[in-house]
């Protein structure tokens, strides 16, 4: 079969600089996928509606601050205060957590004062490690599982200490007696 | 690669199980394992970006283009099994919703583009013998439009037809005769008169031109048609204009196949339309998750 001639005539030459299918395609409708998700930046920082941000539905105890994060995250004042980690102060305005134990040497909180109390208490502190909420609306809370308490009282013979079985029901998970 | 993989995702599983049973609640996005599936991830998903970025610079030379492609699907697959044990594959809220959607999206449209990438190549090996550059398909298509006028020319001495008249319907009804069963009893049907010049310059302007100029309904785009129009023209033209005519039909042909190639090439890429934009918004959307949850407090 015959050829067109002259040779430069036969192929498009700076092809190469231009844009084919499907590059004007997606050149564009990327910019359009990028847009939409910096608009949604817009609009949530704008409007102040967090929700978006939510990691998963809050329990039903909690589901009257589903559309006001800053009641549990509230800005931390070591720190800027873009970050909004959930404060353990929120927790204590509504809970009262005093230690779990005076030997305890994990999960100590600040001492505040309690309702009919002169003097200030120590609270327990970091609440979310043991009590995850964003977990669904069923989820009860106060179900801690037993691994969580394995985690500081096990084998309490080899540190002098006696365990005294509580009066009501044993925890959740075991067959009875203590883990 | 694909045993990396392999075994980045069964450690990366196993680690999930163990964290989870040491928890209690299961792993979580904000513990410091789930942070890592999740810092994993987006560190996958920005690699698997820079395939993109790497097709629009086709001069750097950092590695080879097919093990770029290998770690784009096998890692873009890692990713996914990542994000899962990041989540605990939970839908979670607004956010992480639509992120899973397009993850999931993304992942299956560059699934079917893996099998299309499979499939189309060897389709078009066959279908397609003379396949030309993607890029150069319409400057081809071009040549083959000027090559037919010029051969018209070279036959005829000018492509426009001198005479009036509809000798579409006259073309067509030779080719109807001379491709029609004989009659009972008679052995060879009476061969068609040969016309003039003119009949190559009808055909090039009723048939050839439409074709030529991608009208959607023209004749020459069956095969089978072309055959059948381009004996008819034969038995009405002098037997000089054959190699002209034999060489017009040989365009047809080359055009056919190249239509071919820019129907399967479509196929071939359009997934990327669907792919490549919704990855970006991926993310976008994952860095805009990375902040937000790590300023919530990591609970995420």
Redesign the interface.
Known sequence: MRDIWPLSERFDLPYIRRRHFPDTWTGRLSLVAVGAALAFVGYTVFSGDDRAFSSGTLTRAHAMFADDCQQCHQPDEAQAGFWLPPRDSACLRCHVATLHDPHQSLFRGEPMLVSNRTEPIEMSGDCSVCHVEHRGPDVRLTNVPDLLCIGCHKDLASRGRQFVPPPHAAPSGTTGGAP | MIRAVLILGVGATLLYLWDG?????GS??GTALGLTFGGGALAIMLFCAALSLKRRVPHWRIGRAQAWLRGHVWFGLLSVLLVGLHSAF???????FTLWLLLLTVTISGLLGVLLQQFIPRLLLHAVPGET????L??QLT?LR??AEQ?VTEATGTVEPTGVGHTTTMVRELAAAAYAPPAAGEVNPPAPTPVAPEALRRFHHDYLVPFFRGTSAAPLLSRRRSDSLFAALRTMTSPEQHPFID?LA??CE?RRQLLRQRRL??IL??W??VH???S??LL??SI??AV?????????
């Open positions: 049973a040491e928890r209690g609640h979580r996005g939970l839908a979670g809220g607004a956010l992480t550059l993607a890029q150069q319409d400057r040549n000027k090559l051969i060489e040989t365009l080359r090439m479509r890429f359009a990327l339309i490549v934009p919704l970006w918004g976008a959307l805009l998750h937000s949850a790590l300023r919530y407090g990591g609970d995420a």
